[in-house]
């Protein structure tokens, strides 16, 4: 199991003083600055009244939820002033707990894992096991330095291996992501290496936030048939426009999820064992 690289980071100097005003770009100046001084090791540590990097890169994650770009659908949200997304997600601060448990069924390297379930989730397939669990309604507000001592209590055994963000899509509660991060690495936990089980529906910002702090990216693949794929993404850009004009987030519908996903999936894994 690679190492948790998140930890690293929140000893890492971004160059920026604590609380200093400057300009989004200005701040991602910074930030691509420090990354490229950490991946050719020779970054500094934090100085006195200095943010650290991970604290950067959560300042960062927020101000993508303005306008809201934190995913791929970019639907403009304004979620900082409490606007629901098309995922049905508000203000980061808002971000609900929807499930946390220590799986031992992910793949044998990452388990047992500490699954962490944030609600809200852009994709709304038809045929979603767990929409129950992560619509944007269910699950409790939550206090990140409080989740950061309960996931501290539930690593103490030692048999947990990793920490695994789940959604729907993880990245539209990045900022509360690292949020957390920044908790256990305040706290002075014992760094896990931090997995991102999500859609690939990331976008180039929100992906130059997760380098450095995302161990393992575990990618699940919705559509095998390029036809299914395409009526998506079709229907997708639809969708977009008209949350827009509306301001109000709508459900998509989709092909039948047996033949878009579980069928190919099925007869993949028949393949297999033929
Ligand atoms: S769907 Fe949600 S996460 Fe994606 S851009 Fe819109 S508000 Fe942001």
Redesign the pocket.
């Known amino acids: 199991m690679p190492p948790a690289r998140w930890a690293d980071l929140a000893i890492v100097g971004s160059g920026l003083a604590s609380g200093e005003g400057i300009s989004v770009a200005e701040a991602w100046r910074r930030h691509d600055s420090a990354m490229a001084a950490w991946r050719e090791g020779r970054a500094r540590s934090t100085g006195e009244g200095e943010l650290d990097l991970l604290s950067l890169k959560r300042q960062l994650a927020y101000e993508?939820?303005r306008r809201?770009?934190?995913?791929?659908?970019?639907?403009?949200?304004r979620?900082v002033t409490g606007?629901?997304?098309?995922?049905?997600?508000r203000a980061p601060e808002d971000a609900r707990l929807a499930n946390v448990q220590v799986v031992a069924g992910e793949e044998a390297f990452l388990s047992p894992t500490i699954a962490i379930w944030l609600a809200?989730c852009?994709e709304q397939c038809v045929g979603c096991l767990y929409k129950p669990l992560i619509s944007a309604s269910r699950g409790v507000r939550f206090d990140s330095g409080r989740l950061a001592s309960v996931l501290a209590k539930m690593a103490a055994g030692g048999e947990v291996t990793s920490l695994m963000a789940l959604g729907g899509?993880p990245?539209?509660?990045?900022a509360r992501w690292l949020d957390v991060l920044v908790a256990l690495a305040q706290a002075g936990e014992v760094p896990l290496p931090f997995v991102w089980n999500a859609n690939g529906?990331s976008?180039r910002r929100s992906l130059e936030l997760l380098d450095g702090v995302v161990s393992v990216y575990l990618l699940d693949l919705k559509f095998r048939s390029e036809a299914c794929a395409k009526a998506n993404g079709a229907e997708r850009l639809a969708l977009?426009r008209v949350?827009q004009s509306s301001g109000r987030?709508r459900r998509r519908t989709s092909r039948s999820s047996f033949g878009c996903s579980y069928g190919p999936a099925m007869s993949t894994a028949a393949l297999g064992l033929s």
């Open positions: 993508l939820t809201c770009r934190a995913c791929a659908l970019r639907c403009g949200a979620r606007e629901a997304g098309i995922c049905g997600a809200g852009p899509n990245d539209v509660h990045l529906q976008t977009r949350a987030p």
